[in-house]
């Protein structure tokens, strides 16, 4: 009888657990196509609004006369240009602050008196106003490139030595201790236990700090006296009162700034595969 039983329930389960699954992937293909719509739908409105004069066109330009205007930079070459510059920038600033960001990040988890004699620092720094501190920069490396290569990496590097030293330590106690007792030596520890367990922080920090690190960029740039980049060409998009093309280049940096996300993202799945994402 309890087979029987179990025979007649396990088919209606079997069906249930099916069913949820069905609406668990609708709902996901809905949110999915609700990301896609929404930016369109805000675009669409602000083009009516911007055309119909509700919203001052000498301010909000129409989303169509924006895209026109970076088509124009575009062909113009004007914007591979520019993009040669601000990515040289952002991804040599990126690597001087998250690699440095990681390896400190792991060593304040694993090591009591490092953690101790380097967080209180960070922990200082860290509010201090970004922005504000360009001046310093200027002053102490002046006008140059390696000068906007470091004030990006200051950007990277507390989201990312943060969420690293977080991850550390949020690794049970167990782990460690099983190492140990299995004569793990400090790297293969690093390896095989910190460093893994740590990951999706890890990776959590390298978005936060790649978003930072274009923020910072735009500053530098507007601020610099570089005279290209990014940056640069909103700042003289906006003294020359050419709003379409300032914002082109806001454009640039969203757009740039997605990429950044699903680059980091992706990466983090593969890296990271027993997360369970939704």
Same mark, same amino acid.
């Given at each position: ?10 088919? @209606? ?9 069905? #609406?668990?992937?609708?709902? @996901? ?6 990301? +896609? ?13 911007? #055309? !119909? ?9 129409? &989303? ?11 062909? !113009? ?21 998250? +690699? ?11 090591? @009591? ?8 620092? +960070? ?5 201090? &106003?970004?922005?504000?501190?360009? &001046? ?7 006008l140059g490139e390696d000068t906007i290569w ?18 550390? !330590?949020?690794? !049970?106690? +167990? ?10 030596? #400090? ?8 460093? &893994?367990?740590?990951?999706p922080n890890v990776i959590t920090g390298l ?62 799945? @593969? ?8």
């Amino acid at each position: 009888m309890t087979n029987v039983a179990e025979a007649a329930v396990t088919p @209606k389960a079997a069906v249930a657990a099916r069913q949820v699954k069905q #609406r668990r992937t609708l709902s @996901k293909g809905a949110l999915r196509a609700i990301s +896609i719509l929404s930016p369109i739908v805000v675009l669409v409105a602000w083009d009516a609004l911007s #055309r !119909s004069g509700v919203l001052d066109d000498r301010f909000f330009p129409a &989303p169509t006369l924006i895209f026109q205007a970076l088509w124009t930079e575009a062909a !113009s070459g004007e914007l591979w240009t520019q993009s040669q510059h601000s990515l040289t920038r952002l991804i040599l600033g990126f690597l001087v602050g998250a +690699i440095p960001a990681v390896i400190i990040g792991v060593a304040m988890g694993l090591n @009591k008196v490092v953690n101790a004699a380097v967080r209180p620092i +960070i922990s200082a720094l860290y509010p201090v &106003p970004k922005s504000a501190v360009l &001046p310093l920069f200027l002053l102490f490396f002046g006008l140059g490139e390696d000068t906007i290569w470091y004030f990006v990496a200051m950007g990277v590097f507390f989201p990312v030595v943060i969420n690293t030293y977080t991850g550390v !330590s949020n690794v !049970s106690a +167990i782990f460690y201790d099983v190492a140990e007792n299995f004569g793990a030596k #400090r790297f293969t520890v690093f390896r095989t236990v910190a460093l &893994p367990g740590a990951m999706p922080n890890v990776i959590t920090g390298l978005e936060l700090g790649a978003g930072m690190g274009l923020i910072m960029l735009a500053i530098a740039e507007m601020m610099g006296g570089q005279g290209n980049g990014w940056g640069f060409m909103v700042w003289n998009s906006f003294q020359l009162f050419t709003i379409e093309s300032m914002y082109a280049y806001l454009l640039v940096f969203a757009l740039v700034g997605l990429l950044l996300a699903l680059i980091v993202g992706f990466v983090g799945q @593969k890296l990271t595969p027993w997360i369970t994402r939704h």
